[in-house]
T-cell receptor, first 116, second 114 residues
């Protein structure tokens, strides 16, 4: 039973199109994230939601719009796709550890987006 | 500025040899520290974490890391490499009250030769 699941796993599309990636977690976590991994494997946070409320937005272009219908789901919609959007997008979820205050993230398997 | 540096984008060891992957952080306050592993075409899996308890942290698959505040380091080690350890390894930091935001290093690709 997958803890953090993303769909689709692969997405190939043309420049200018609009696409969505969906994410669901069954861990009961309060916080969910989107990370982008570029072609050099560098990982950077894009967004974070806590109980459906946006708490982190890391200067991502307005063409990217996250939506969280409930705390178990965080979707990513991308408008007017550009070549530079090609990357692997990872969804993650976390819960604060009571003893330390640290969030430990559980990642999905990733969604590889290729823009032609 | 808060940042993480992993020395060496690629490390190659022989099977059975010591694995040492280096990680240094830059911040005025000690962070939470993590090592994640990414196998080809997969997501990231937590290897181990440091959250201000014991400075020597043991993780899965025989890996361990030691937090050294004086050196601002959190290097990852494994006494004896196995072929199945070949993967990309990421060091990451997080800070209290930042909503769990992870700042990742550039990653180190570990190759294991037979």
């Amino acid at each position: 039973d997958t803890a953090v699941s993303q769909t689709p796993k692969y997405l190939v599309t043309q420049m200018g199109n609009d696409k969505s990636i969906k994410c669901e977690q069954n861990l009961g976590h309060d916080t969910m994230y989107w990370y982008k991994q570029d072609s050099k494997k560098f990982l950077k946070i894009m967004f974070s939601y806590n109980n459906k409320e946006l708490i982190i937005n890391e200067t991502v272009p307005n063409r990217f719009s996250p939506k969280s219908p409930d705390k178990a789901h965080l979707n990513l919609h991308i408008n007017s796709l550009e070549l530079g959007d090609s990357a692997v997008y990872f969804c993650a979820s976390s819960q604060v550890e009571d003893s330390s205050g640290a969030n430990v993230l559980t990642f999905g398997a990733g969604s590889r987006l290729t823009v032609l | 500025a808060q940042s993480v540096t992993q020395l060496g984008s690629h490390v190659s060891v022989s099977e059975g040899a010591l694995v040492l992957l280096r990680c240094n952080y830059s911040s005025s306050v000690p962070p939470y520290l993590f090592w994640y592993v990414q196998y080809p075409n997969q997501g990231l899996q937590l290897l181990l974490k440091y959250t201000s308890a014991a400075t020597l942290v043991k993780g899965i698959n025989g890996f361990e890391a030691e937090f050294k505040k004086s050196e601002t380091s959190f290097h990852l080690t494994k006494p004896s490499a196995h072929m199945s350890d070949a993967a990309e390894y990421f060091c990451a930091v997080a800070y209290y009250n930042q909503g769990g935001k992870l700042i990742f290093g550039q990653g180190t690709e570990l190759s294991v030769k037979p």
